[in-house]
């Protein structure tokens, strides 16, 4: 009987897919605050297409995901006018170079120096870092453009805040007015 059990048990799916909670915070942040796809936010997290959709799955309303991808359908609409739709990040002919999300963030090739295994990384993080002598943005904190401009990646107009000190501001920014 008790080998019975212990079968159930493993035959029960694990979630091995470690993934550290800063990794989550940012997963959630970009969900909430980008139209960037969940392949994109896969690439600058640092982690697969799956861990993303598993937790946007984990941790979002059905409401919200059908919000976004509404959202997101229009924007590929309006992106078949656009004569770069529908080439994928490698064959964009900026990919080697600053790559935008359609959304105001920009990307760039992970620079040797920086630390973190992801192909790509924001821009904001790169410049905050190389102008504060960073190897990378530590996890858990978030580079917040002062301006809500995002693409003036000026260092001048960057500041890096914890998560929930981030969505705290927004919070009160909206709330202002
Ligand atoms: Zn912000």
């Known amino acids: 009987m008790q080998t019975l059990e212990a079968n159930r048990m493993n035959s029960v799916k694990p979630d091995n897919q470690e993934v550290i909670p800063s990794q989550v915070q940012t997963i959630l942040h970009l969900f ?7 392949q994109q936010i896969a690439e600058v997290s640092g982690t697969s297409y799956k861990v993303v959709w598993n937790r946007v799955a984990k941790y979002r309303t059905k409401e919200q995901r059908d919000s976004r991808k509404k959202v997101n359908y229009a924007r590929s609409k309006l992106g078949v006018l656009n004569p770069m739709w529908g080439k994928r990040f490698e064959k964009h002919h900026s990919y080697k170079g600053e790559c935008s999300d359609g959304y105001g963030y920009t990307t760039v090739v992970t620079p040797e120096w920086y630390n973190k295994k992801s192909r790509r ?39 890096m805040m914890t998560a929930s000190e981030h969505t705290r501001l927004h919070c009160a920014e909206r709330c202002r007015d």
């Open 121 to 159: 990384v924001f821009t904001h993080h790169v410049r905050y870092c190389e102008h504060h002598g960073l190897d990378r943005v530590p996890p858990g904190m978030v580079v917040h453009h002062i301006d809500h401009n995002r693409s003036n990646n000026d260092p001048s107009n960057l500041v």
């Open 32 to 38: 909430d605050t980008t139209y960037l796809t969940l």
